[in-house]
């Protein structure tokens, strides 16, 4: 069906949501809690999800891991910022919301700590190695 009386403007409302960049230091961020993408930019182009996360998160302290209902996994991990500085990272992404931050990998955050989920289990030894 074609509705011919609409603009493209109107139906790029409709098909999509918002995604406004954030930047932090060299990295922006576009995490969008419509539809739970996030996309990661420098500008040179497009950022490796694993080098963003790492550049906006790489200080932060891994606190532990706990259960959390809702998330896309069972278990998740907690990490808190090291400094009111890098907490203020946080705050380029929505408040509890669920976002594909990469591939078996999303983040959350309630503006306090970081949350990481995964869905598979060497990446969840990865990132908890060291701990
Ligand atoms: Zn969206």
């Known amino acids: 069906m074609s509705h011919p009386g609409r603009s493209l403007a ?3 409302r409709d098909q999509w949501c918002e995604h406004k960049p954030v930047w932090v ?5 576009a995490a969008c809690d419509e539809c ?3 996309d990661w930019l420098s500008s040179e182009g497009p950022v490796d999800h694993a080098e963003a996360i790492a550049a906006l998160f790489g200080s932060y302290d891994l606190a532990g891991s706990m259960q959390a209902l809702g998330a896309p996994s069972p278990e998740v991990l907690v990490y808190v910022p090291p ?6 990272h946080l705050d380029a992404l929505p408040r509890r919301a669920w976002l594909k931050a ?3 990998l ?3 955050t309630d503006g306090e700590v970081l949350l990481l ?6 990446l969840f030894e990865n990132l908890t190695r060291g701990a």
């Open 36 to 38: 739970g993408r996030v």
């Open 117 to 122: 989920a995964t869905t598979q289990r060497q």
């Open 106 to 108: 999303w983040m959350s």
């Open 102 to 104: 990469g591939p078996h």
């Open 83 to 88: 400094s009111a500085r890098k907490r203020r």
């Open 25 to 29: 230091g060299r990295v922006a961020v």
């Open 10 to 12: 109107d139906m790029d």
